[in-house]
C-alpha cells in the first residue's frame, strides 16, 4: 500500500491490487477510509467520514489531482 501523498490526518494511498481498476486513491484517518476516482475526481465509497469532511476530502483530492495521478501512474508503470 504505497503512500502517495499525507495531508494532515489523511493518509492518500492505492493498494497494489487496484491496477486493473481505473486511477483512484483511498484515503483513511482512524478507522474512517473513502475512495475517490481521479478522472473526473468523484466519490466512489465512503466509510465512516462525514459529509463535511467528504467535502474537504474532495477538495484535497481535486487540489493534489495531478500528484495523485503521477502517483499512480509511477506505482503501477503506466
Partial sequence: MPTLLTIGPYRFFC?????D?????HIERDRAEAKFWLTPVRLQS?????????????RLVEENQEKLL???????GN
Fill in 46 to 58: 465512503n466509510k465512516g467520514f462525514s459529509r463535511k469532511e467528504i467535502n474537504r476530502i474532495q
Fill in 15 to 19: 493498494y497494489a491490487g487496484d491496477r
Fill in 70 to 76: 503521477e502517483g499512480w501512474n509511477d506505482f503501477f
Fill in 21 to 25: 481498476e481505473p486511477p483512484h486513491v
